[in-house]
Each structure stands twice: as C-alpha cells, then as structure tokens.
C-alpha cells in the first residue's frame, strides 16, 4: 500500500511518499519558509540525487500543491496519484479526547479547531493540511496521529496543576505532554536494539532536538512527562525557556509594559539557548562559541545539561528507579558532549557512558560502558515510519 505522510507546521511541510507494510521510503518532499516569496522546496527520490529550489509559496494549499504536483505531474513524475491510497497526518494536540489514531472525518475537524487555541502554532497548520489534501485527493482516506495520544497514560495526580479547580475544569488546563509520537519511535528503536519487549523495565526517554521533553516510562507506557499543557514547560529548548518560575513573565509585563502576546513571543520564539546566548537557536553553533571560549555560550550547555540530569533524577525518584536511558534526536544522536555532561558523575543511579564509544558513536547504538545497571542508548527517531503504522493500521481495520 502506497501512502503519504504529511508533517504540516506552523512555516513548514514536510512529506514522505512509502510502501506499506514493509515501510519503503520512495521520496521525501519538504516546504520550508511558508509563507514567503522565497519558500525552499526539497526533494529527495530513490535512486535520484536530491534536488532543491525556491519559489513563493503562501499557504499550506499551495505548498501542498507544490509537493503533489512533483510526485504526480509532467514527464519526472513519481507515481501516479491513483495509487495513493492513504495519507497519515502528524497532529500536535488531540486534547483529553484522542488517544489512538484515527481516520479524518468533519467531526474531528470540527474538534481539532475548537481545541486550536491549546496549540496555536499547530493545530491550525494540522487541519490546513488535512483541507488541502481533502481538495486535492478527495478519495484518499485520511489517519490522524496525535502527538499527545501516548501521554494518556498519565495518572491525574501527574497533569494535575495545583490551580483552581474552577478554572482547571472549565479550560482543559492540565498537562498533555508532546513529542510522543517520536518517544513510540524511540521505544520500538530500543526494542530492536535490546532484543527486548520493555517490561518490566523503568525508562527515561530524552528527545532532544529543537523542542525538547523528557520521558519517564515503565513497562514502555508514558509515566510521567516534562512538557506540559503547552511544549514551553520543562527542559531548556531552542527558543523557549522551559521551566520558569512564572512571575518572571509577570514582572516583565509590568517593568516593561508587554501584553501577553509580546510575553508568549519571549518565552516561545526568544529564550532557550538562543536567549540565553544570543548567538542561534542551533546548538552546534553554541557549542561552536563555547569551544571558543564564550561565556554565555558555556553556561547556556552547563544549563542544558543540569536541567537534563534533575529530570533524570526526579523520574527515578518517582519510578522507583532506573533500567534504561535513551537519547533520540537532532541533539540526543549527535552531540556526543551533551550525552557526556548529562551522564557524568551518575553512578549513584547506575549510569555511565563508555567515554570513547559515546564520542565514536555515528547512528544509534549502546553507549553504557557494561559495568553499571543502567543500558544507555542512542536511536534514531522516525515519527513518519509511526503514523505509517498507525495508518496502515487503521485502514486495515476499517476494511474488515
């Protein structure tokens, strides 16, 4: 079964055309600066050399557009659009309502929109591009998978935010937690790796790219997690502080005179290392600085890293230990000084690295050096190869 799967952000699409059950990746198509007179289209096919070029692209209809129009027409076309047969949809926030996968129809548009606002930078993107492909494959069947859907798992004594009950109840304020679709990733990942199913087994999952969240999961099932109604709490990120007493970002509204909108604006798109650093919101380049000697850039990494370890340590605290650590992401699988800093002087929980292994180490692998109790993992995340699943899956069922 040939299928796509979109991946619509706020600025940006990404797509992969695959082969079902087997997960083949024919091509991979991105749309990036959304919204722009020099939006950045990508392609990349089996057995072609990658190809890139810019072009003004204002909406998801239209970049949408760009990226069937390049598998379906003219004479480099890539398949025919006939055999297209589902396309699975990355969501961020499915609310308290969605939990598991499910096929598109109006009710869940419906409800997606009415829950737009718990995911401003996302949902809206989400259902522009479940429109668009409904326009343009009218007759394709359609599959949400919810980022959030994983963390379902969670007790209430775990979302719950100590904040009137009144305003709790009556808004949905409670914590949801993201990045779940590349946690499955990083699970099933660490299954193959280990030759294990996971029971029995008390994890803390690290995704660490751009956004970051931290995991705690027993017996591979979502036990606690470290964003939270928004993607802002928790751990530093890129451009958004994470964990931050609150009054902070009352203060500045009144010494500073912000509305909220110009205080979201802070805590979301300008703080993190970026913030902190003032030199990009990509750690190589402040890993880069620190190297050079750039104070903030040191501390920025040092921050980073602390914050990491306290998550490691709570998660323990509240599962009653540790059997297995997982890096996963733009961060979690390349900068070796990170996974480093974060695993040093951790003997106490049973966790340390194998020094040479984690430097060496280029694609997923094990880099716990056999002598303590914790296993130490790097895996590779691939959220498109879940909603494959997922969608393949649901199809099926609904074909029985």
Sequence with gaps: MK??????????????????????VIASLSVSRLGMEDAHISVSVQGLENSSFIAPVF?????IGRILGILFDGDDK????????AIGHRIVH?????????????????????ISDLAPLHNPAHVAGIRACTKMLPDVLQ???????YHQSLKKQVYSYAIPYYYAEKYSIRKYGFHGIAFRSMTDEAKETLNSDLNGKKTVLLMLGSGTTANAAVDGISYDVSTGFTPHEGLIQSTRSGDTDPAVYTYLMKKENLTPDEVDHIMNKESGWYGMTGISNDLRDVY???????????????SLCHRIKKYIGAYAAVMGGIDTLIFGGGVGEHAWYVREKVCSNMEFLGIQIDAEKNRELEGPGIISNGKMSVEILVTKVDEEKVISKDAYQVIKDCQK
């Design 3 to 24: 299928m796509l799967i979109m991946n619509c952000g706020s600025s940006s699409i990404k797509c992969k055309l695959v082969v079902m059950p087997q997960y083949e």
């Design 59 to 63: 909406n998801h209809e239209e970049g």
């Design 78 to 85: 890539i398949i025919d659009k006939t055999e297209i047969k």
């Design 94 to 114: 499915g609310g308290e309502k969605m939990s598991k996968s499910v096929i598109v129809d109006q009710e869940l548009i419906d409800y997606l929109e009415s």
């Design 143 to 149: 599959v949400a998978a919810f980022d959030n859907g």
């Design 288 to 302: 880069m600085a620190a190297q050079n000697g750039d104070e903030r850039a040191l501390n920025a990494i040092e």
